[in-house]
């Protein structure tokens, strides 16, 4: 069971705006920065966003990230099939000197 | 540009022991903590290890705490992962993954991993 929360899935059709969440707790989202990784089928995970809503270059500005407080999210806008992949919230926590992945969303793209 | 190429998985038997490697290329790999994450077969993402850019500090996932043991040599660019008394439950395909600007932060790049089988 993870400590960091998500839906385990999440769909929209081509052009709509998804939202997936990731809850935590003052120990991790709450005092750290979060990241987003992007796992399309039979790949590795792929750095998409961190310090809760910086895009590392070659990431297109469909993505988008937000936190507050102890929960953050990641948006999808304009989506588009290559979209259709996993999603890993992941924070530091300070309580368990550790770093945490969420349980990951599956987008789906109808 | 970053790679990160793990070696040494394989099928092994319960109880025994497996040393997995990571190459690192194209940054300064002194200069950053590096992790262990797996993925178990149709399962999430699970962090298993970090070790500070010199070595001196390291931090386990309870699971793995007293029988893996994370290590690095610089002046190899290599990073290690030592793991005794393997049981089913650490089945998995495991990734190295560079640290991302500091401590308390998360990874960046990833290897394609290697993948762990623990079975008789």
């Known amino acids: 069971q993870s400590v960091l929360t998500q839906p385990p899935s999440a769909s929209g059709t081509p052009g709509q705006r998804v939202t997936i969440s990731c809850s935590g707790s003052s120990s991790n989202i709450g005092s750290n920065y979060v990241y987003w990784y992007q796992q399309l089928p039979g790949t590795a995970p792929k750095f998409l966003l961190y310090r809760n809503n910086q895009r590392p270059s070659g990431v297109p500005d469909r993505f988008s990230g937000s936190k507050s407080g102890t929960s953050a999210s990641l948006a999808i806008s304009g989506l588009r099939s290559e979209d259709e992949a996993d999603y890993y919230c992941?924070?530091?926590?300070?309580?368990?000197?550790?770093?945490?992945f969420g349980g990951g969303t599956k987008v789906t793209v109808l | 540009q970053v790679q990160l190429v793990e070696s040494g998985g394989g099928v092994v038997q319960p109880g025994r022991s497996l040393r997995l490697s990571c190459a690192a290329s194209g940054f300064p790999f002194s200069g950053y903590g590096m992790h262990w994450v797996r993925q178990a077969p149709g399962k999430g993402l699970e962090w298993v290890a970090v070790?500070?850019?010199?070595?001196?500090?390291?931090y386990y996932t309870a699971s793995v705490k007293g029988r893996f043991t994370i290590s690095r040599d610089n002046s190899k660019n290599t990073l290690y992962l030592q793991m005794n008394s393997l049981s089913a439950e650490d089945t998995a395909v495991y990734h190295c993954?560079?640290?991302?600007?500091?401590?308390?932060?998360?990874?960046?790049?990833w290897g394609q991993g290697t993948l762990v089988t623990v079975s008789s």
């Open positions: 993954a560079k640290g991302h600007s500091g401590w308390r932060n998360g990874v960046d790049y």
């Open positions: 070790i500070s850019y010199d070595g001196d500090t390291k």
């Open positions: 992941a924070a530091w926590d300070d309580s368990l000197s550790g770093l945490l």
